[in-house]
């Protein structure tokens, strides 16, 4: 008997190269060249509720693949689930079929007393404390955000008049003994009761568990990533509320058509990289 988990997902393979990935069940011609990644397999369809148009593409276990056009830019979301291990699989397989733009859209905790429920923050790049990312390079190696899409997400976010943040992230591996939470009985790992206020003295906007490891393995890659979350909760007033998901969504979708124009300007001009002296 095979073990569900160790068997080829059905027409696909373990080989890299091969048409259909394993895990997304995805090939060449799926997506779009720019992904949204939620980590909810349940947000794809708030997200693409926002869309001109879409069709779903693929679904296996905690990754939901559709894709679609938004303002008239092709685009694709595929939910990565929750935490780094996961999304980088999601990273791995979508470079593979031709993607090089990745989006994260989530929700998140902020650590800063100015920051509402509510609120985005687009992340600048990123503290790497998860493991994964140590599995592709070395730890001193920056999660930086790339340029452009920073731009595009500032950009969107100015035009469709939501409130921001822009700043530094950081991932962690676990929800609760990671990000400075009691776990069960109460139980305190070593320093976490000092993590909030350390990574707040730091000027850290928020906590989240997936946007250090799509960065720096996008930039490994040699490809361009980025993130927006929405604020569920504020750890330093302590209030907290599901409001936001729908101006991320959308603030990442507006971000992908602004980069789908920005590289046309690009080719335009005959620059490799987007500068203050080009206009959209």
Known sequence: MTDEDDAPAAGGSEDPNDEVQYHLEVGEGDVADAVLLPGNPER?????????????????????????????????????????????????????????????????GAIQPDMAVGDLVITTGAVRQEGTSDEYVREDYPAAADGEVVSALVAAAERLGYDYHAGITMSADSFYAGQGRPGFEGFEAAGSDELVAELRDANVKNIEMEASAILTVANVYGLRAGAVCSVYANRVTGEFRTEGESRAAETASLAVTLLARMDEVKREAGVDRWHAGLSI
Not at 47 to 64: K, P
């Open 44 to 108: 794809v369809d708030k997200i693409t509720a926002l869309w001109d148009d879409h069709e779903a593409v693929a679904a296996h276990r905690e990754y939901r693949t559709a894709t679609g056009t938004y303002d008239g830019a092709p685009i694709s979301v595929t939910s990565t689930g929750i935490g780094s291990p996961s999304a980088a699989i999601a990273v791995e397989e979508l470079a593979r079929v031709g993607v090089d733009t990745f989006i994260r859209v989530g929700s998140c």
